[in-house]
């Protein structure tokens, strides 16, 4: 059964350090996403992404955080100068059309724990 | 601000029971509801959703929505050991977004 892909599983890196978080969606999904879990604390949406654009951001996607698509394959979320409350895990998600629209599943890759020293 | 709330837990049922977790949603125009399960250092993995009041089962799995009453259940029969996980629930608003608000979920222990 395809998957969603990230990597790597684990990244630690300094303070102010810039990071890429990789991840490949399932390869008939248009829509992708990202997710961020601080430790003990509830799933939070960070951005959505279709069509080569940004569809959706929150409030804390802010000018520290980018993505891109920069092949067909790849959809990377770029943390620009981290901090130590970037420290959690970072979920990629997908989700395909039917029948014209958006399905309301996505589909989860495994994960990156980010660890900011 | 929405708001998902679920009893942190920990839920602790014996093998064979009736697992019943509960999730209430402060906004009212709440158009889909999701039950997810994530085993710890893990993602989420979505196994129920339900749209209309009522129930709705899966396997094992019960959904049930009240939407007067702001309220969303997932009862698992004949719980297992590997029901063991922190099940999230997730609401979706109407319209364009298929954004889900997250509760922080409440943990499952299913002991032998």
């Known amino acids: 059964e395809p998957e969603v892909t990230q990597t790597p599983s684990h990244q630690v890196t300094q303070m102010g350090q810039e990071v890429i978080l990789r991840c490949v969606p399932i390869s008939n999904h248009l829509y992708f996403y990202w997710y961020r879990q601080i430790l003990g604390q509830k799933v939070e949406f960070l951005v959505s992404?279709?069509?080569?654009?940004?569809?959706?951001k929150s409030e804390i996607f802010d000018d520290q955080f980018s993505v891109e698509r920069p092949d067909g394959s790849n959809f990377t979320l770029k943390i620009r100068s981290t901090k130590l409350e970037d420290s959690a895990m970072y979920f990629c998600?997908?989700?395909?059309?039917?029948?014209?629209?958006?399905?309301?599943?996505?589909?989860f890759g495994p994960g990156t724990r980010l660890t900011v020293l | 601000q929405k708001e998902v709330e679920q009893n942190s837990g920990p839920l602790s049922v014996p093998e064979g029971a009736i697992a019943s977790l509960n999730c209430t949603y402060s906004?009212?125009?709440?158009?889909?509801f999701f039950w997810y399960r994530q085993y710890s250092g893990k993602s989420p993995e979505l196994i129920m959703s339900i749209y209309s009041n009522g129930d709705k089962e899966d396997g094992r799995f019960t959904a049930q929505l009240n939407k007067a009453s702001q309220y969303v259940s997932l009862l698992i029969r004949d719980s297992q050991p590997s029901d063991s996980a922190t099940y999230l629930c997730?609401?979706?608003?109407?319209?364009?977004?298929?954004?889900?608000?997250f509760g922080r979920g409440t943990s499952l222990i299913v002991h032998p």
């Open positions: 906004d009212r125009v709440s158009q889909s």
């Open positions: 997730a609401v979706r608003e109407p319209g364009g977004s298929y954004i889900p608000t």
């Open positions: 992404f279709y069509n080569n654009e940004i569809s959706e």
């Open positions: 998600a997908s989700s395909r059309l039917a029948g014209g629209k958006l399905t309301d599943t996505q589909y």
